[in-house]
């Protein structure tokens, strides 16, 4: 096997950096998403709400991590399964990409990858629907959190 594969990407480096650390973010999670997309039409990997991962955040370093190492690990934080999903609503049919929201806390730049689900627009308001990750690994079972996932996901206006 491959030794890892680590990039060292400076970002956020002052306020004129911004547009274009955001930028190199979502180029990032694009490129694992697809990362991700490979592995899953080489082998079957289980759904990632019946995997038995679990949501940690990282402290320090982030490792992005693909699918094959968060089962490893048996967890991930919020960009490693928010590309795992998309991977996996990508080979569904469905259109999702990896959606990033940033904040500054006392001059530091910080985010959290989310998932956005594309539909046809039918008001501006109805573009996408923002999927959170973060039942997962709230101290139930993944197959319970992979449940209340379901059952509190809003509805589209086409589902009955």
Not at 99 to 118: E, K
Not at 136 to 147: C, H, I, P, T
Request: glycine residues 8%; positive net charge.
């Amino acid at each position: 096997m491959m030794q890892p594969v680590v990039f060292k990407v400076k970002l956020f480096c002052d306020d004129g950096d911004r547009l274009r650390s955001q930028q190199a973010l979502l180029w990032m999670l694009e490129a694992l998403c697809k990362i991700n997309e490979g592995h899953l039409a080489e082998r079957p990997y289980p759904p990632l709400y019946e995997s038995g991962v679990r949501y940690q955040r990282e402290n320090g370093t982030e490792e992005w991590l693909d699918i094959p190492s968060v089962i490893e690990a048996g967890w991930g934080d919020c960009e490693d399964l928010a590309c795992w999903r998309v991977a996996e609503l990508r080979k569904q049919g469905h259109r999702a990409g990896p959606y990033v929201r940033f904040r500054n806390i006392d001059g530091v730049f910080h985010y959290h990858a989310l998932v956005m689900r594309y539909r046809p627009v039918l008001k501006r308001s109805e573009a996408g629907l923002i999927e959170h990750l973060l039942p997962v690994g709230f101290g139930r079972s993944e197959s319970r959190a992979g449940q209340w996932f379901r059952q509190h996901r809003p509805k589209s206006k086409t589902t009955k």
